[in-house]
């Protein structure tokens, strides 16, 4: 929630002032949905001895790597589009926060479901 706040912040401070901006603001914000929610289905979870826990996987890795390209490449084609490097830097923290916050809502939707007697080590 701090990053998105701060995200948006900045965008407040260096509005999109073209529609190629707004979208490539929209185009990030789906993609860290997109990606969150993704990376959510990807994590482990389970408890061992009534403690819930969750781990990433390969996958999960894999996840992060696309959405850190995607985002470049939205950045790349919005700065070629003229939209100034301001607008796309100052956008970042709203894409981390909110695909954080996907993921991780996500992964507390999914361990509630995990039942309080499991006992399974992964």
């Known amino acids: 929630v701090i990053l998105a706040l701060l995200g948006l912040s900045n965008v407040v401070k ?3 002032h073209s529609a190629a901006a707004g979208l490539a603001i929209a185009a990030s914000v789906v993609s860290g949905i997109v990606f ?4 959510g289905f990807t ?6 001895r009534g403690v819930l826990l969750r ?14 390209g995607i985002r470049l490449g939205i950045a790349f084609v919005a700065h070629h ?3 100034a490097l301001g607008v ?5 923290p709203i894409f981390l926060g909110i695909t954080l916050g996907a993921q991780n809502a996500l992964i507390w939707i999914r361990a509630k479901e ?9």
């Not at 969150?36 to 990376?39: E, K, Q």
């Not at 781990?55 to 850190?68: F, K, M």
């Open 14 to 16: 260096t509005p999109p």
């Open 36 to 39: 969150g929610v993704a990376r």
């Open 43 to 48: 994590t482990n979870v389970w408890r061992t």
């Open 55 to 68: 781990r990433g996987t390969p996958i999960t890795l894999l996840l992060w790597a696309v959405s850190i």
């Open 81 to 83: 589009a003229g939209v």
């Open 88 to 92: 796309t830097t100052a956008e970042l």
């Open 114 to 122: 995990v039942p309080p007697s499991a006992a399974t080590d992964v």
